[in-house]
């Protein structure tokens, strides 16, 4: 850990994007190598799982409604859904090991090794992490459009159509700001359970309590730059992320493929940074928090984040 890890625990907004811009520019190496690992390990088997089962998940629904056993909606569901959970069990294992590098180049400086990249038990902990956080928004979603839809289409049987769409549009706004209020008191739970090897939503949920003004300001920012960073790479590219998945897919010349290699790693690294980095370096600042208790001295390559 750097100089920084003694802070009066406030979080400084121009820190943290600047801290995350300084990752970039002092470890290209290091940021062209993550974007490698999340094109070749990441995007280009997950687009070839997603776009090559579309032709054969159709072909299964038409043989299976020949066949008179399901309908052949039921069955391209249930073919897509397989095809969807690998596609997403595979992104989580990459993000996690892309992640984690992320997280030590920032509270682990001087532990490099190989990118920073490793594949060992905070990385499988990340896993973990990303399941149980898919699980917890997929139940709240569950739990929240439920009853909505229910209230709404009563409205829509007793008021009258007119009604049930302002309904709609207020629960739509509610449930939004609710989700985003979720998402920022749960912003620092990576870089927690990366450096306690444990599950980090408590203690995310406790560390941003008072502090949802300036992970605000850093997450709007950081919004920003991803765009700006996705409209300039993909502009000069002529690409989208569906063509560029079409493309791989559809099998280009050795040539052109390279050249896809080339702007998705670029892309895909700095894009990585932008969205891991801000998250561990609002933790670092945080340390010595005056609502913490202290934090035990550590050897010098890891300092336990003191965030209870």
Request: contains cysteine; aromatic residues 8%; glycine residues 6%.
């Amino acid at each position: 850990m750097s100089g920084e890890t003694k802070t009066t625990g406030q979080v400084r907004v121009s820190g943290a994007i600047g801290a995350t811009l300084r990752l970039i520019v002092r470890r290209p190496f290091s940021v062209l190598a993550w974007g490698l690992v999340t094109t070749l390990a990441g995007f280009a088997p997950i687009s070839m799982i997603a776009l090559a089962n579309i032709p054969s998940a159709m072909a299964a629904a038409q043989a299976a409604a020949m066949a008179g056993q399901v309908t052949a909606s039921s069955a391209l569901l249930t073919h897509m859904t397989a095809a969807c959970v690998l596609a997403g069990l595979l992104a989580m294992v990459v993000l996690a090991v892309v992640d984690a590098a992320v997280y030590r180049a920032v509270l682990e400086p001087d532990n490099r090794g190989f990118f920073y990249l490793r594949v060992r038990r905070r990385e499988l902990g990340l896993v973990v992490h990303f399941l149980a956080q898919t699980l917890l928004w997929a139940v709240l979603l569950v739990i929240a459009a439920i009853p909505a839809a229910w209230i709404i289409g009563l409205i829509a049987h007793a008021a009258g159509r007119g009604l049930a769409v302002l309904v709609t549009l207020i629960a739509a706004l509610t449930l939004g700001y609710a989700m985003a209020i979720l998402a920022l008191r749960l912003f620092l739970a990576g870089p927690i359970t990366f450096e306690r090897a444990a599950f980090g939503l408590t203690s995310s949920w406790r560390a941003t309590r008072d502090r949802l003004g300036p992970i605000l300001g850093v997450a709007v920012i950081t919004v920003l730059m991803l765009w700006l960073w996705t409209w300039l790479l993909f502009a000069i590219g002529h690409l989208t992320m569906t063509s560029a998945a079409a493309e791989w897919v559809a099998g280009p010349t050795i040539e052109r493929r390279a050249e896809l290699i080339a702007i998705l790693t670029l892309y895909f690294g700095v894009v990585r940074v932008l969205v891991v980095a801000p998250a561990a370096v609002i933790c670092r600042q945080i340390l010595s928090s005056d609502d913490s208790a202290p934090a035990p001295v550590l050897p010098a390559k890891r300092q336990q984040l003191a965030l209870s």
